[in-house]
């Protein structure tokens, strides 16, 4: 979808990467890790899109372990906030991830029947989350990872995730355990919840 908007994958890519994290710098041996994408293609999105704007490239010295004597200067990218269209990008790139999203769940739903689930994390902008995705139920961990695969494949980044059984969502809950309630009372999205109040949300 959004390859076909910005001309490659590669660049979408990179842009979701540096448009979701916004206050976030990057050398490309981390984005060449992240993205499984090559140093090269890359260099070359990065080097287009620092000449349109977009991203700001910056220098910084790194010193050494054993003097503290600066050795060598590392090249970071970084998104620009003042770039005029950022908002708008940045919010065209957060819809994208809920379009994913909803055919994750709609997949999820193919191979089993989810009492509890909400995005946080990397879907909601939200670091101090422990994991990306919370789902309550009996799931086959194989399929589930076939469609989570196609979801880091959609978006261009790895999906931490967590399964609980209902029953010890439930304990969690009554003990109110710190992972659950970061989630719950976090930035979160919840898109199933058939715990509470047996109402989907999504």
Not at 88 to 94: D, G, I, S, V
Not at 141 to 152: P, S, V, Y
Not at 154 to 181: A, C, P, Q
């Amino acid at each position: 979808m959004l390859e076909t908007i910005f001309g490659s994958i590669s660049r979408v890519k990179i842009l979701g990467r540096l448009l979701l994290s916004p206050n976030e710098s990057y050398q490309v041996k981390n984005l060449v890790k992240e993205l499984k994408l090559s140093s090269p293609t890359i260099r070359g999105e990065l080097n287009n899109l620092v000449k349109f704007g977009l991203i700001k490239e910056e220098k910084r010295p790194v010193a050494k372990s054993d003097n503290k004597k600066y050795s060598k200067i590392v090249k970071t990218f970084r998104v620009n906030q003042q770039f005029l269209l950022f908002e708008e990008l940045r919010a065209l790139f957060t819809k994208a991830q809920l379009l994913f999203s909803q055919k994750f769940v709609n997949d999820l739903q193919k191979i089993c029947h989810p009492k509890f689930l909400a995005l946080t994390g990397v879907f909601t902008d939200y670091s101090k989350s422990q994991t990306d995705i919370l789902l309550v139920g009996t799931v086959r961990r194989r399929a589930f990872l076939t469609i989570l695969n196609q979801l880091e494949k959609d978006l261009g980044h790895e999906i931490n995730y967590t399964i609980l059984s209902e029953k010890e969502f439930n304990y969690r809950e009554r003990i109110m355990d710190v992972f659950l309630y970061g989630v719950l009372d976090g930035k979160s999205l919840i898109l199933i919840d058939q715990i509470h109040d047996g109402r989907e949300t999504f």
